[in-house]
């Protein structure tokens, strides 16, 4: 019979403990691991159900991964003081610790650390479930205190437990309800949408953390104010040209603009070997930074006597959770419709701007009255001009200056340098650069970009695109 004995308590929650334990096996085996008990009582919990299927999707989703940035996790088990998942002890000190305006991390260390973190995403996400489909699993709660190093260098993501994983057997479904921390979190994930963006963006507010000494700050919802306000943080950061500019896409207020965990991945390590050989190496760092920070740590409480903990054999089977799980939602509230205010606002708008152009078209003494035709320049060979009514007037001077021409202004485009090969598309017309188009919503590709990789470019002035063939994006630099 295996037991488990209890060593010294590791962190503490108001539903259970994480504690270092000796595991006792056959023939004298003997291994330490990391035991997360929740306590008896839980069961008798208003959500004591739904704490239990947490518990059990952890222990079941880490099962199922293999990543070596990802505590492993060895099984789930039941003691006479309740249920328990045991995992594999990570000894070795969480990033928090070494958040300081003083001393800021080496930023050759942060962007090992951040690929090896980004690594593991994309292993989560991209893992096989037990029926053949991605696990699509997203951690939701990446921070500085869940992240921990070893002295030989390690990097583990810690605490799955409102990890949210896309297969069958997961029982607590958490999407009703927004988890993690809010300093990290997303716009679109600050507003209840969860997406695989999310931990990219949870991942550049650490790192920006870590290399800024200081919390980033909340998202903002609105995003201009939001990508300028990432933009005039990053401003005093030490990082190159190339390095701010991955972070403020990873800081991006849309989703779809921020990089995949690959990407990070592939960038991340290709910004660590531009820093050069010469430059910290997260494991050089860790061998003197890991011990002084668990040297400085409070110690948890450590047993005089180690306390035994014994499976049982013949464990009942935790109570299955409610239909909806997760912390209660807040009441319903009746939803207000804004159509009939938006409705409102629109008829005073025509009606306000139809007052302005009768005034301002109003006939004056000195118009003309010689007809005059106005033309209008058609937007492409299609299209026919349109000819406005002629328009009378009372009388006529010889230095009336002539009525201007309107025209459908086009706008000359050009390829940026280091952005050759740029093609724009639209309405199924390939434009090769430098073009003079007409404004309006372009699909940029470049050449080395896979088949069907397209990026909008919005045209309205003289412009330059500049390309980057690895991030597949496009951006529009306005010219004189």
Same mark, same amino acid.
């Given at each position: ?290 011990? =002084?920070?668990?040297?400085?740590? %409070?110690? &948890? +409480? /450590? !047993?005089?006597? *180690?306390?035994? $903990? ?109 952005? =050759?090969?740029?093609?724009?598309? %639209?309405? &199924? +017309? /390939? !434009?090769?650069? *430098?073009?003079? $188009? ?43």
């Amino acid at each position: 019979m295996r037991h488990y004995e209890l060593l010294e308590e590791l962190g503490r929650g108001a539903f259970g403990a994480v504690w270092r334990a000796r595991l006792t096996g056959r023939g004298g085996f003997t291994r330490e691991v990391a035991i997360k008990l929740l306590h008896a009582s839980v069961t008798e919990h208003e959500h004591g159900a739904e704490l239990l299927a947490r518990l059990r999707d952890e222990a079941r989703i880490l099962g199922l991964l293999r990543h070596r940035a990802i505590v492993q996790s060895f099984e789930l088990v039941h003691f006479e003081e309740g249920w328990a998942v045991v995992l594999e002890l990570v000894e070795g000190a969480d990033l928090g610790a070494f958040v300081s305006r003083v001393a800021p991390m080496p930023v050759s260390v942060v962007w090992e650390i951040v690929a090896e973190v980004a690594s593991a995403l994309r292993c989560a996400a991209e893992t096989l479930g037990p029926d053949g489909a991605p696990l699509l699993v997203q951690h939701r709660d990446i921070k500085p205190q869940n992240l921990r190093v070893t002295a030989g260098g390690e990097v583990k993501i810690l605490d799955l437990g409102i990890a949210r994983a896309e297969f069958a057997a997961r029982e607590a479904e958490t999407q009703a309800v927004r988890y993690g921390t809010l300093g990290y979190m997303s716009p679109e994930r600050l507003a209840g949408v969860d997406l695989p963006a999310g931990d990219v963006y949870a991942l550049g507010a650490t790192a920006a953390e870590l290399l800024l000494g200081e919390r980033l700050g909340r998202a903002l919802l609105n995003p201009d104010a939001h990508n300028a306000q990432i933009t005039a943080r990053l401003a005093s950061s030490p990082l190159t040209l190339a390095e701010r500019g991955l972070l403020c896409v990873m800081l991006a207020a849309r989703p779809e603009d921020r990089p995949s965990a690959r990407e990070v991945e592939r960038h991340a390590r290709a910004h660590r070997l531009a820093r050069g050989a010469e430059a910290p190496s997260l494991l050089g760092w860790a061998e003197h930074a890991v011990p =002084e920070a668990l040297a400085a740590r %409070r110690p &948890g +409480e /450590r !047993l005089t006597a *180690p306390r035994v $903990l014994t499976e049982l054999v013949s464990a009942p089977r935790p109570p299955e959770p409610p239909l909806t799980v997760g912390l209660p939602p807040p009441p319903d509230r009746p939803r207000v419709s804004l159509a009939p205010w938006v409705f409102v606002g629109a008829c005073v708008s025509l009606f306000v701007g139809g007052v302005t152009l009768l005034v301002s078209e109003r006939p004056s003494a000195e118009a003309a009255t010689a007809r005059v035709e106005v033309m209008a320049e058609a937007p492409s060979a299609e299209a026919p001009p349109v000819v406005a009514p002629p328009v009378e007037a009372s009388t006529v001077e010889a230095t009336t200056a002539p009525t201007p021409t309107r025209r459908a202004a086009k706008v000359k485009v050009t390829a940026a340098p280091g952005a =050759e090969g740029v093609t724009l598309s %639209r309405d &199924g +017309e /390939r !434009l090769l650069l *430098p073009a003079t $188009l007409a404004p309006g919503t372009y699909y940029a590709t470049m050449s080395g970009w896979p088949a069907g990789a397209l990026s909008p470019v919005v045209i309205d002035a003289p412009s330059a695109v500049r390309c980057d063939r690895a991030l597949k994006r496009c951006r529009v630099e306005p010219t004189p």
